[in-house]
């Protein structure tokens, strides 16, 4: 089993910057990786960015691409999530998810152990 907590959401301007931190405990010799997702209201829940631990490739939504940073901190056994130059339209729930090995790192179903959440919001 793996539990994952989020931390780090809050209330930013525009052009700012937020750094998530995901938290995971417990182990599973299924999961590779860990991706972030969000969900703004009224929107289904979209993929943000990914981390595979065996090459340490990454991945990412164009959305993002250029302004978020998806990293691991093995020192306090964290997968973060820099956001930079946020937009309002980067407004959402963000979640971590434990990535099921081997499957492809852009679907919403290859991941699980899904933690809570963290709100992010960016006022124009």
């Known amino acids: 089993q793996v539990q994952l907590v989020e931390s780090g959401g809050g209330l930013v301007q525009t052009g700012g910057s937020l750094r998530l931190s995901c938290a995971a405990s417990?182990?599973?010799?299924?999961?590779?990786?860990m991706g972030w997702f969000r969900q703004a209201p009224g929107k289904e829940r979209e993929f943000v960015a990914a981390n595979s631990w065996s090459s340490g490739s990454t991945f990412y939504a164009d959305s993002v691409k250029g302004r978020f940073t998806i990293f691991r901190d093995n020192a306090k056994n964290t997968v973060d999530l820099q956001m930079n130059s946020l937009k309002p339209e980067d407004s959402a729930v963000y979640s971590c998810?434990?990535?099921?090995?081997?499957?492809?790192?852009?679907?919403?179903?290859?991941?699980?152990?899904w933690g809570q959440g963290t709100q992010v919001t960016v006022s124009s």
């Open positions: 417990g182990r599973s010799i299924s999961v590779d990786g």
């Open positions: 998810a434990a990535h099921w090995y081997g499957r492809s790192w852009f679907a919403l179903n290859n991941y699980g152990y």
